[in-house]
């Protein structure tokens, strides 16, 4: 079992920043990949960025060049630092991990780009 805690989402006015941190129960370098997905209000689930476990990196298009997710070894975390934040980014972001064939999710964490 992975269990997934989510923190850092909340209100942000455009043009703005957040850290979003996906702290992980066992040792991130043991899963296959992690990374963090987004659903906006009638919208089909994104992916938004992966990290693998060699280190390559992947995001969607609207995010490329604004968006990095990365790896903190302190807190066992996987974070996105989200910048140059729009009104467009907003949904509930849920981070993923893949670990020995399953995939497990966190609850979820609202981002709201508004003024």
């Known amino acids: 079992q992975v269990q997934l805690v989510e923190s850092g989402g909340g209100l942000v006015q455009p043009g703005g920043s957040l850290r979003l941190s996906c702290a992980a129960s066992r040792d991130i370098y043991s899963m296959t990949d992690m990374g963090w997905h987004r659903q906006a209000p009638g919208k089909e689930r994104e992916l938004v960025a992966v990290i693998r476990s060699g280190g390559s990196t992947n995001y969607v298009d609207s995010v490329k060049g604004r968006f990095i997710i990365s790896r903190n070894n302190a807190k066992n975390s996987v974070d996105l630092q989200m910048n140059s934040l729009k009104s467009e980014d907003t949904a509930v972001y849920y981070c993923?991990?893949?670990?020995?064939?399953?995939?497990?999710w966190g609850q979820g964490t609202q981002v709201t780009v508004s003024s």
């Open positions: 993923r991990a893949g670990f020995l064939g399953y995939t497990y």
